[in-house]
């Protein structure tokens, strides 16, 4: 279930990136809001941070030199949570298949992880800041949801993209 959860995301995110360029994926609709090129390289960056935190691993952004391919004026360790309009007008890729390639490799990294937990791993507490505790299982449920919201968003932008 998690696998096809996973997949989705992947699928919407490929949707509305493939085939743009570097000024349609930094499209935004006004000042205040968020293009494609943002949105699908926030989703990731969360899934990317989420998923190494549970696994215990490094994220792929920094170890695998993702960071270092997107050039972004931002600081590693940002997930793009709480950006100003400035910040996510920061956001710039030179490709969607930097995007993207990004994105799966995220995701070939998620697939492996989720792919070997147990049903006893999914109690496990992952974070002690709420009340009650994060479990993994809701920490995963969490990611899904906002990255779906988001990937569908950024299907938004691009669909007024193809409108002006």
Known sequence: MLTDAFDRIQEVVHAAADGLGPDQLAYRADAEANSIAWLVWHLT???????????????VWTSDGWADRFKLPLDPSETGY???????A??????AELLTGYH??????????????TDKDLER???TAWDPPVTL???LISVISDDLQHAGQAAYVRGLLQRT
Do not use: F, M, N
């Open 45 to 59: 960056r969360v899934q990317d941070d989420h998923i190494a935190d549970a696994a215990g691993t490094a994220q």
């Open 82 to 88: 709480g950006h100003d309009p400035d910040q996510v």
């Open 90 to 95: 920061a956001v710039r890729v030179e490709s």
């Open 104 to 117: 799966d490799a995220v995701h070939d990294r998620t697939l492996e992880y989720v792919g070997a937990l």
């Open 125 to 127: 507490v992952v974070d």
């Open 137 to 139: 299982a809701v920490r």
